[in-house]
């Protein structure tokens, strides 16, 4: 991947902070970076640029970040880093079940923010299964990172995405718990219940009855399968 190509939108009040991130990730070779103060100036490089990375303050002049998130989660599926003085474990759980990517504590390393920005981009820019996949009455499109049912159109998240392409290249397959968390969060444990968070979501796109799965399946004590056609 070649790092002068993401365009990266940092989002917070302290200008301090803005321009030290800024001139950053600049020097560590992200030469499009954009920065918003507020909601409303975000919401306008949102608008008018296609962005590819969002690092996101929750306390903002003009209202929360989190209700940004939530807003952008509708209509796309940019990676989002939090970066919030909200250290507590509930303002964590509601960042990530907001389908953030990541969340750093603010006092932080820029080093930190860094590698953490470079696995971010990494994984969203990996390649995935080409084409449709058929999901037996759902398309699941990873070329727009959609998913297509009779009664329309549904955007996925960058996590939903993640997970849906791994579980599409192991189609009709098991794919364990560990394995998912793995690829997806690069890590082997601690992210469990925010996994059962996204797959009630996706089934919530996927199926035509969520309680009821078909399509995504659970297999108990082993992990999860996509059911479709080869």
Excluded: C
């Excluded at 953030?100 to 390393?109: Q, R």
Aim: glycine content about 6%; aromatic content about 6%.
């Amino acid at each position: 991947m070649n790092k002068k190509e993401p365009i990266i939108l940092i989002v917070d009040d302290e200008k301090s902070l803005l321009d030290h991130l800024e001139a950053y990730l600049r020097k560590a070779g992200y030469t499009s970076v954009k920065t918003a103060s507020n909601l409303a100036q975000a919401r306008f490089q949102l608008a008018n640029h296609h962005v590819d990375l969002m690092i996101l303050d929750l306390m903002l002049p003009d209202g929360s970040g989190m209700d940004l998130l939530r807003a952008v989660r509708k209509q796309s599926h940019i990676p989002v880093i939090i970066l919030s003085a909200l250290d507590g474990i509930d303002d964590r759980r509601e960042g990530f079940e907001a389908e953030a990517d990541d969340y750093i504590v603010k006092p932080f390393l820029a080093e930190d923010l860094l590698w953490r920005v470079e696995a971010v981009l990494r994984r969203s820019f990996r390649e995935e299964r080409e084409g449709p996949v058929d999901l037996n009455g759902a398309l699941f499109d990873p070329a727009k990172g959609t998913i297509i049912k009779e009664g329309g159109e549904e955007k996925l998240t960058a996590k939903q995405y993640k997970i849906l392409a791994l579980l599409a290249n192991h189609l009709n397959r098991i794919v364990s718990i560990d394995q998912i968390i793995d690829a997806v969060w690069e890590e082997t444990f601690g992210y469990e219940n925010t996994l059962i968070t996204h797959i009630y979501r996706l089934r919530e796109k996927l199926e035509d009855d969520p309680s009821n799965p078909t399509r995504l399946v659970t297999v108990k004590g082993l992990g999860y399968k996509l059911i479709g056609k080869q």
